[in-house]
C-alpha cells in the first residue's frame, strides 16, 4: 500500500476526491512486548483487526482516512494485547507469544522498508539494557488504560462497556458524597442558628 492514496467518494450526490494516507507508525520493544503508536490526532471511526500475525488498521479525522496493514516478524497473542486511543495518537501494547525469543530484529515479516514505520527512539533501548532500562519512555503506557481485544481480535465491547459503567458509577458516587457534603453543611448551619 502506498503512503497516500485518493479514492472516489459519493458525498450529496457528488462525487469527491478522498484522500488515504499511512500514519506514521512507531514502535519499540521489550522481550515480552512491542509498543506501537499511530501518530495522527484526533482520530474516529478507528477499525482494528489484530490476528497472531498481523494488524489491520483504519480511521479518520478532518477528512483525511488513515489506513495501514502489517505482517508481524513474529506471532503475537492477542486476547493479551491492548490498544488506546489517547486523542494525541492510538498506542498498542501487544505480547509477544515467544517471550523467551531474542528481540525482533524488525517489525515486520517482509524485508523491505514500510516508509510509514518508524522505531521509536523515545522507548528504544538495547536487549542487554532492558533489566537497567526496561521503563524507558513508558510512564504513561498504564495497560489499566487500554482496552483489551476479543477472541476475533476486535477491540473487546466488554472493556468499554464496563469503563462506561465505571465512568457512571463514580459520578454518582461522587454526586452522593456532594450531597451529604451539603446536608452536613445545612445541619451545622442549623445548629449554629439554634444556638
Known sequence: ?????????????????????????????????????????????????????????????E??????????????????SKWTNYGVNVRFILCKKDQAASYWTRLIKETHKLQFIQVDWTKYIDEDDEAEEGGKGLDDWNANNFQGF?????????????????????????????????QQQEETQKEAQNQ
Do not use: H
Open 1 to 61: 500500500m502506498s503512503r497516500n492514496q485518493c479514492k472516489n467518494v459519493k458525498q450529496n450526490n457528488q462525487f469527491v476526491m478522498q484522500k488515504t494516507i499511512n500514519p506514521i507508525v512507531k514502535w519499540a520493544q521489550r522481550k515480552d512486548n512491542i509498543f506501537l503508536t499511530v501518530e495522527a490526532r484526533d482520530l474516529k471511526d478507528e477499525k482494528v483487526e489484530l490476528t497472531s500475525t498481523s494488524l489491520k488498521f483504519s480511521a479518520n479525522a
Open 63 to 80: 477528512g483525511v482516512n488513515y489506513a495501514f496493514e502489517i505482517n508481524f516478524y513474529a506471532e503475537i497473542i492477542v486476547e493479551d
Open 150 to 182: 476479543d477472541g476475533q481480535g476486535q477491540p473487546d465491547q466488554d472493556d468499554e462497556e464496563q469503563e462506561e459503567e465505571q465512568d457512571q458509577q463514580d459520578e454518582q458516587e461522587e454526586q452522593d458524597s456532594q450531597k451529604q457534603e451539603q
